[in-house]
Nanobody
């Protein structure tokens, strides 16, 4: 089973951009669906984006057109490019291997590493 470590979070103003990375070790990601979910007080865990082994992506409606999920199989790394960030995107972001739809990551149980904090100020 792959060990996952998310990084790249930070504090930005509304409209800013961040690129999250998820380094995987222990198992190749080439044939795996992966995704990002976020967690914040009052909202719980919310699936944000997912990608399948062919590179097809699926997004939460509120991030469509702003976020892009991608995967570098050679580097065994998952990415989430986040543009035009909004205060409601503030959360701790995690990567996981669960399914190929962003909905597969809603209310996802279990420990998925420490995640990376994204804070967007208005």
């Amino acid at each position: 089973q792959a060990q996952l470590a998310a990084s790249g979070g930070g504090s930005v103003q509304t409209g800013g951009s961040l690129r999250l990375s998820c380094a995987a070790s222990g198992s190749p990601l080439s044939y795996t669906c992966m995704g990002w979910f976020r967690e914040s007080p009052g909202r719980g865990r919310e699936g944000v984006a997912a990608i399948d082994s062919d590179g097809r992506a699926d997004y939460l409606d509120s991030v469509k057109g702003r976020f892009t999920i991608s995967k570098d199989n050679g580097e065994n790394t998952l990415y989430l490019q986040m543009n035009n960030l909004k205060p409601e995107d503030t959360a701790r972001y995690y990567c996981a291997t669960r399914g190929c739809s962003h909905r597969d990551y809603d209310a996802l149980l279990g420990y998925w590493g420490q995640g990376t904090q994204v804070t967007v100020s208005s």
